[in-house]
């Protein structure tokens, strides 16, 4: 479906939903897509919701442009898991690629080998929802299916 690659590409914040015995929590992460498709992120493994997903993978998040009007975004389901190794390494450069500026703020091998405060992580979606006022009218919601080349090829 071109909207939800379209609004993944012209996005670059993802309000990230874990949950924990404290009960949920949301918070607002950078991402950078890889193929599946893939939304890596990095955070620091002291933030509330890297301790809830490395606890519980199961995560939901939230994607849209800052515009109010048209109503559109992007409602995600599925895991996240931290990243080591080469998975790192790829998931790093797509991040930098998209962030240049983040290069040299943090320790990168450490990052990389998933020993370190910042550690990347991927979100796995296994459901998605595209909300687009101007491709389906007010207040409707279209599913994604996840396996189709659109949504693999972000």
Do not use: K, N
């Not at 450069?93 to 910042?118: H, K, M, S």
């Amino acid at each position: 479906m071109d909207v939800f690659r379209q609004l993944l590409e012209e996005s670059r914040v993802m309000t990230l939903a874990t949950c924990s015995a404290s009960g949920p929590w949301a918070a607002p992460v950078l991402y950078a897509l890889r193929p599946g498709p893939e939304l890596v992120f990095m955070s620091r493994v002291t933030t509330r919701h890297a301790q809830d997903l490395l606890a519980c993978p199961r995560v939901a998040a939230a994607i849209h442009p800052d515009q109010t009007r048209p109503l559109r975004g992007v409602q995600l389901e599925g895991t996240a898991r931290p990243l080591a190794g080469l998975d790192a390494v790829r998931a790093l450069r797509a991040y930098l690629q998209r962030f240049p500026a983040a290069r040299g703020r943090f320790p990168v091998w450490p990052a990389v080998r998933g020993t370190g405060q910042v550690r990347l992580f991927a979100l796995r979606p296994q459901r998605a929802f595209v909300l687009s006022e101007p491709d389906f009218g007010w207040g409707v919601r279209r599913e994604v299916p996840l396996h189709s080349p659109a949504a693999a090829s972000p």
